[in-house]
């Protein structure tokens, strides 16, 4: 067992999760990947993060599922040793958009058994391993980053579903490092705004204009890396004396104007 630190990321094999794989390999770390889809049908986007020359463990699973949770927690730890890092990224928007009066029970369960249910057990699954790690290695200084949204605080009628499971994601935030802080694990969570993805293509022609029309200061889309780049300055022990910490990357979307 190597002492390289290890950062283990969830949802990365494509879009955001993508991009924070491939910017904590370029600073160092061995990845650990959890995703529902297959290596093979996602090769392109696992390459680039292998050509940094960081050692990377693709799990497939799922992290609705406690046997999945467990697996990748234990594969993780026979294959590096440690964890150091959890970015918990994994996440869906509702197949269908629905209004609230309408929306399914299936829906729900759909999208919060993913973005929150999965989020706070897995968290809970690598908190308890991290404890553990403290007292087993020398200069361990574990961190917890959250990918929430800024739906946690923006109504969005035709998907409240989302909106709710991204506020539950911010309390896990908070929660945890308020639990975790006699032990020296820090959390965080970054809240992205409108960020280029597989998820937000399907409506690239509408933010496109609302952007130009000013609907954040900062008018462009934002990107995986811009999400990465935040994920990186946390896990640089820069905020060593912060935690719960949250980081707006919205391009300005949460100044309030008039």
Request: aromatic fraction near 8%; include cysteine; glycine fraction near 8%.
């Amino acid at each position: 067992m190597g002492q390289k630190k290890v950062a283990l990321i969830t949802g990365a094999a494509r879009g955001i999760g993508n991009g924070i794989a491939l910017q904590l390999a370029k600073d160092g770390y061995s990845i650990a990947i959890m995703d529902v889809l297959k290596k093979e049908d996602v090769a392109e986007n696992i390459t680039p993060i292998e050509e940094t020359g960081a050692k990377v463990l693709y799990i497939r699973g799922d992290i609705t599922k406690s046997e999945s949770r467990n697996e990748v927690v234990a594969e993780t730890l026979a294959e590096f040793g440690r964890i150091d890092v959890l970015v918990n990224n994994a996440g869906v928007a509702p197949r269908v958009r629905m209004d609230i009066l309408e929306t399914t029970e299936e829906s729900f369960d759909f999208v919060t058994g993913i973005n929150l249910k999965g989020t706070f057990f897995l968290t809970q699954a690598v908190a308890n391993q991290m404890i553990e790690l403290t007292e087993k290695l020398s200069d361990y200084r574990p961190k917890i980053i959250n990918i929430g949204s800024m739906s946690a605080y923006v109504s969005s009628v035709s998907r409240g579903e989302y909106c709710i499971s991204k506020a539950g994601v911010s309390m896990v935030t908070k929660l945890f490092a308020d639990r975790l802080a006699e032990y020296g694990v820090n959390v965080y969570e970054i809240r992205p705004g409108i960020i280029l993805t597989p998820m937000t293509e399907v409506v690239k022609g509408k933010y496109d204009k609302l952007i130009e029309e000013g609907l954040t200061p900062i008018k462009r889309w934002g990107y995986p890396k811009d999400i990465a780049n935040a994920v990186s300055a946390f896990c640089s022990d820069k905020f060593a004396f912060s935690t719960g910490e949250i980081v707006n990357v919205d391009g300005g979307y949460h100044i309030q104007r008039l």
